[in-house]
């Protein structure tokens, strides 16, 4: 939960990152979005569904400016 938390700030606020940071961060965590937004819907995640809806929307915002990023 600490990671996933941590994940979704960074992935968030990459927009306030420069030079070549930005790339590095967006291609080193682009490919974990899918993963961790499976792991935060799990029925077993100690979550509630406001909590659930909260990251999700988080990994979507995160995922759109990696794929800015990344020019995808």
């Given at each position: 939960m600490i990671k996933l938390s941590d994940f979704t700030d960074n992935g968030v606020g990459i927009i306030h990152t420069t030079g070549p940071k930005v790339?590095?961060?967006?291609?080193?965590?682009?490919?974990?979005?899918?993963?961790l937004r499976d792991f935060a819907r799990r029925a077993d995640t100690p979550l509630d569904d406001a909590a659930k809806a909260h990251i999700d929307?988080?990994?979507?915002?995160?995922?759109?400016?990696?794929?800015?990023?990344?020019g995808e």
């Open positions: 790339r590095k961060a967006a291609t080193k965590y682009a490919p974990l979005v899918p993963q929307h988080q990994l979507d915002v995160a995922e759109s400016r990696f794929r800015a990023i990344l």
